[in-house]
């Protein structure tokens, strides 16, 4: 009774399934579906750590969501992420909706894990299981698998390594593989074996269902190892093919952290490659961090330790100095960003100057050619063109025209401990050393604004502003003397 009851539950959801992939069919043009499956169930006890292991990140993307992205990439149908160990924490972070989660709630093998999530597997599409810690894995190399992939045919990612130790062996009989044989289970001829399992495989919905209730736990790990499957593919006189990567990195995976700052290198060394063939000159491709995308112009040239955070747009000719750390940004054409400058949701237009030690705060607005100089903090403030801001100031919900010059310390007084206030500087402007402009205010075109003054009132336009101490100069003034004990 509940056997049918459960069959005519899984019969509509396969009619669901089959229905939206025949929508899918029709304007992709795709046959079968792929779903893939990441596990990523695993304590990464090696870790040492709080965070769940597919948590830690790649150029500041957990490692999970690579996985995700690259399962996108070949246009899979569905993701599956089979979860356990600290599984909120890992659904929670995940930046990515249209996630199917399934929970594994005991970690009793790959096999099982999958098992977890094929409940919701439409039983004609072709099932690509990866790894969760397992970051780099290419594009290329996972549409190659699951192209080989079909009713007949499971298709495995397999390496040659010099050091196989650890991993599941591929065993072979007549050059075709017969079966995966676990480091803990093999014999010493099987030890001897050089090419081992990724744990990447591509193989039939329908198969797999046939096989994951037939593994024993029956292994020197006493765990439901997916890896059992290949001897049953080739019972059913399956053909079992391998494929390998390109790169052996590609597949590695991350067990501690020193495998983690492995693989972070490895992909920082792919974005200055991929920067240098887009016409970037890099002072040092070991020394940049690109923790997002960039799309960059021709002619730049990026000296050594910087950051590239999030969204980054720079056009061509742009020089960018050492240190600078730059986050969802865009710079235009032809300007300079000089040592030890900081940019965070800022837009740099063509021809400016920026730096050295500026830091440009969200909702920085630079127009053409202006120039922000050394010690100077600004946020959310439209720079018009040509004007300066040159040394040691703080430019705050401010506005200034073209052509405008800010003094050295000139400071927006934007914030009264409550309430932000915006300041408003026109055209031609000049505004005096070290002056405090109590926001609101507003300083016309072509006024001036007297070195020292602190600015409470408007001064309109061609005006001169004068707020500070009168001088007065006393003569005959006697110094003061040591007292004589
Ligand atoms: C597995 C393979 C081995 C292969 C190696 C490659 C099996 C039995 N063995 O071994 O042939 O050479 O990967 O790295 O498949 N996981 C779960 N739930 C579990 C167990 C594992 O989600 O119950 C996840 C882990 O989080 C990890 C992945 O599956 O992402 C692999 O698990 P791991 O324990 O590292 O497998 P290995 O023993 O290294
Ligand atoms: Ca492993």
């Known amino acids: 009774m509940d056997n049918i009851a459960l069959l005519l539950v899984k019969e509509e959801i396969a009619v669901v399934g089959v229905n939206t992939r025949h929508l899918f069919t029709h304007t992709k043009g795709k046959i079968v579906a792929t779903e893939v499956i990441i596990l990523a169930a695993g304590r990464g006890t090696r870790m040492r750590s709080k965070l769940p292991k597919v948590l830690h990140a790649i150029a500041g993307k957990p490692m999970v969501e690579h996985v995700i992205d690259a399962a996108k990439n070949i246009n899979a149908e569905a993701i599956h992420v089979v979860v356990g160990h600290g599984a909120d924490l890992v659904r929670s972070r995940v930046n990515s909706s249209d996630i199917q989660w399934a929970l594994q709630e005991q970690q009793l093998g790959t096999g099982h894990a999958v098992a977890q999530a094929m409940a919701r597997v439409n039983e004609d599409a ?172 021709e002619d730049i040239v990026i000296d050594v330790n910087c950051v590239f955070i999030g969204d980054v747009t720079i056009g061509d000719d742009v020089s960018i100095g050492p240190n600078c750390v730059i986050e969802n940004s865009s710079i235009g054409s032809g300007s300079v960003i000089k040592a030890n400058s900081v940019l965070e949701d800022a837009r740099v237009g063509i021809m400016c100057e920026v730096g050295p030690f500026a830091r440009l705060r969200p909702g920085t607005d630079l127009a053409a050619k202006a120039k922000i100089g050394n010690f100077v903090e600004t946020k959310k403030a439209k720079i018009g063109e040509g004007s300066k801001v040159n040394h040691l100031s703080y430019i705050g919900d401010a506005t200034i025209g073209i ?29 005096g050393s070290n002056s405090s402009l109590v926001a609101p205010v507003t300083v016309g075109k072509n006024a001036t604004v007297a070195a020292g003054s602190t600015i409470t009132a408007d001064v309109d336009d061609d005006q001169l502003g004068v707020a500070r101490g009168k001088q007065r100069n006393i003569s005959g003034w006697k110094k003061p003397t040591k007292n004589k004990a």
Not at 409 to 422: L, M, R, S, W
């Open 126 to 297: 072709i099932v690509l299981v990866v790894y969760g810690d397992v970051p780099l894995v290419a594009t290329e190399t996972l549409a190659a698998l699951v192209a080989a992939a079909n009713q007949t045919t499971l298709s495995l990612l397999t390496v040659l390594l010099d050091d196989p130790q650890g991993y599941g062996r591929i065993v072979r009989r007549d050059g075709s593989i017969e079966a995966i044989v676990e480091q803990k289970d093999a014999n010493e001829d099987q030890l001897a074996i050089c090419e081992v399992n990724t744990g990447i495989l591509a193989v039939s919905a329908a198969k797999l269902n046939q096989w994951l209730p037939q593994l024993s736990a029956n292994n020197a790990q006493g765990e439901y190892y997916l890896t059992d499957i290949i001897a049953m593919a080739v019972a059913d006189e399956m053909a079992v093919i391998a494929h390998h990567p390109n790169n052996a990195v590609e597949v590695e995976g991350v067990n501690n952290r020193s495998q983690l700052a492995t693989l972070e290198r490895f992909y920082q060394c792919q974005q200055a490659s991929q920067l240098m063939l887009e016409g970037v000159t890099l002072a040092d491709p070991a020394r940049i961090d690109v923790r997002g995308r960039m799309d960059v112009g």
């Open 403 to 431: 052509g405008a010059n800010v003094g050295a310390g000139t400071i927006t007084c934007n914030y009264d401990g409550v309430n932000k206030f915006a300041t408003n500087i026109g055209d031609g402007a000049f505004i």
